[in-house]
């Protein structure tokens, strides 16, 4: 059985920093790509960041690039984003998912989700 399973998010105050995880089990991900996408309240998911199958290209949504950095470890299964410089419009579910083949910035292209984590930020 396929599992994401996200960590790592909570409260923080504005300008903090926040470093969310994602354990993939059930089977390896290491040939393809990822990404993190976030869900605020009323509003739908949206693209955050997203990371090719050995890291060697990265992509960002346009407001959060300079201050979020994704990476990944395939030795472990895991998948990361370093938060910085956090703003209360970050506030929002972070959602891991593995894309097996299409457009990075598209939900549509990722197969599998995890549950997602609570990132608030406080002003």
């Known amino acids: 059985q396929v599992q994401l399973v996200e960590s790592g998010g909570g409260l923080v105050q504005a300008g903090g920093s926040l470093r969310l995880s994602c354990a993939a089990s059930?089977?390896?991900?290491?040939?393809?790509?990822m990404g993190w996408f976030r869900q605020a309240p009323g509003k739908e998911r949206a693209f955050v960041a997203a990371?090719?199958?050995?890291?060697?290209?990265?992509y960002y949504a346009d407001s959060v690039k300079g201050r979020f950095t994704i990476s990944r470890d395939n030795a472990r299964n895991a998948l990361y984003l370093q938060m910085n410089s956090l703003k209360p419009e970050d506030t929002a579910v972070y959602f891991c998912?593995?894309?097996?083949?299409?457009?990075?910035?598209?939900?549509?292209?990722?197969?599998?989700w995890g549950q997602g984590t609570q990132v608030t930020v406080s002003s």
């Open positions: 998912a593995v894309n097996m083949g299409g457009t990075y910035y598209s939900k549509g292209a990722y197969d599998y």
């Open positions: 059930g089977r390896t991900f290491s040939s393809y790509a």
């Open positions: 990371i090719s199958w050995n890291g060697g290209a990265t």
